[in-house]
């Protein structure tokens, strides 16, 4: 009992708070923070690797210069050899990241070019929505003509006329279907004429 | 019915990890709107909880790769939503210790139903103040249960716990809110 109680409680509540402002979500800042966090956790390790390597080749020059002076000459050389193959390894790592943000950089600027692409219109969807509009108004008169009397062959012209200026539309099917009805009328009426 | 949703999600997580991203536009249309309602109910009725479901829908996209199917998508979605309420209950528990600044009043939404129903605002008060003290624990299988209405082995699923256990944290849940409006619950009796 209590349950229903709780239950009905609750639910008149949720019922009073009403129904939630409906979230905007905008699918191109998360895909954006998804990138990010990604990049930060792809990106972040080797930076602190570099970092890391950065240091140690520091200390290691630092040691090597307050160091006493080596007598053996292929250590000495061998030292030098290591501190050039860090240096290397430092420069690519750093390559890396910097190749790394540059794509990135690339692949927001191509996300942008596109959204801007998409938002121009297609001038022959436009065309072709004008071409439709303009038939149909002319059907629609033709129509209204129809409906006068005395006006059905001027109606039958304005048909032909949509048939013959827009063959491609479908406001042309239509007027041709007008007109054969017209035609299937004055059969009708020629028979029931000639059978009288 | 079931058979064909978890069709389509199969398959939107199939379109998704072969790069086509309209998959995911299409998971959040289809899903939004009941993230929205479920993340105000479990943030205790604030309105306003559009960075909830964004914060949702990263997580989503971020983890959508790896999602295998196993549970319909949204029984993961809401796991997703569970999670992260928490995370922001948390986060409003810290900052409630701090000195109080002037900031934002939680109010019910605009568009409720106030005047409609024979509820007043002090009791409704009362109902989201004992609701929003719950433990989440016992907060998150009130709202599952009785206003998103989902079976027992749905919730079981969301929540990661047995069915038992399920049914002893409604219990207590249902007790501590028996204490908390034991006068309201008087008066309906």
């Known amino acids: 009992m209590t349950e229903n109680i709780i239950k009905d409680l609750l639910q008149e509540a949720d019922k009073i708070a009403g129904v939630p402002e409906q979230a905007s979500i905008d699918i191109g800042i998360i895909r954006r923070r998804a990138r990010k966090r990604y990049l930060m956790r792809t990106i972040a390790p080797l930076i602190a690797a570099a970092a890391v390597i950065i240091l140690t080749i520091s200390v290691w020059t630092l040691s090597f210069r307050t160091a006493k002076p080596v007598g053996d000459n292929d250590e000495l050389a061998r030292l030098q050899a290591q501190v050039k193959y860090l240096q290397a390894r430092t420069d690519a790592t750093l390559k890396l990241v910097q190749e790394m943000l540059q794509k990135e950089q690339k692949q927001r600027e191509l996300e942008a070019l596109q959204a801007q692409l998409e938002s121009i219109g297609d001038p022959r969807e436009e065309i072709s929505q004008q071409v439709e509009r303009t038939a149909l108004i002319l059907v629609f008169q033709a129509d209204k003509m129809y409906r006068e009397p005395g006006q059905k062959n001027s109606a039958m012209q304005a048909y032909s006329r949509v048939i013959e200026l827009f063959p491609q539309s479908r406001w042309a099917k239509v007027a041709r279907q007008r007109l054969l009805d017209i035609q299937n009328a004055e059969n009708v009426t020629n028979l029931k004429g000639d059978s009288i | ?189």
């Not at chain 2, 199939?14 to 998971?27: K, L, Q, V, Y």
């Not at chain 2, 009362?126 to 989902?150: D, N």
Request: positive net charge.
């Open chain 2, 1 to 189: 019915m079931v058979v064909m949703t978890r069709a389509t999600d199969e398959q939107l997580v199939e379109h998704f990890n072969r790069g086509d991203d309209s998959a995911f536009e299409r998971i959040v249309e289809e899903y939004s709107a009941d993230i929205t309602v479920l993340a105000n109910r479990l943030l205790g009725w604030p309105g306003e909880v559009e960075d909830v479901v964004q914060d949702v829908f990263l997580a989503v996209l971020v983890g959508l790769k790896n999602f295998r199917c196993e549970c319909s998508l949204k029984t993961w979605l809401f796991t997703i939503t569970i999670n992260e309420c928490r995370s922001r209950h948390r986060r409003m528990t810290r900052l409630l210790r701090l000195p109080k600044r002037a900031g934002k009043h939680c109010e019910p939404c605009s568009n409720g139903t106030a005047d409609k129903n024979s509820m007043d605002r002090e009791t409704f008060e009362s109902i989201r103040t004992a609701v929003r003290a719950l433990p989440a624990k016992y907060r998150e299988p009130l709202v599952l249960r009785y206003l998103q209405e989902l079976s027992m082995s749905q919730i079981s699923s969301i929540l990661g716990i047995t069915e038992n256990a399920l049914q002893v944290r409604l219990s207590r849940a249902r007790g501590l809110l028996k204490q908390r409006l034991s006068r309201l619950i008087e008066e309906t009796l």
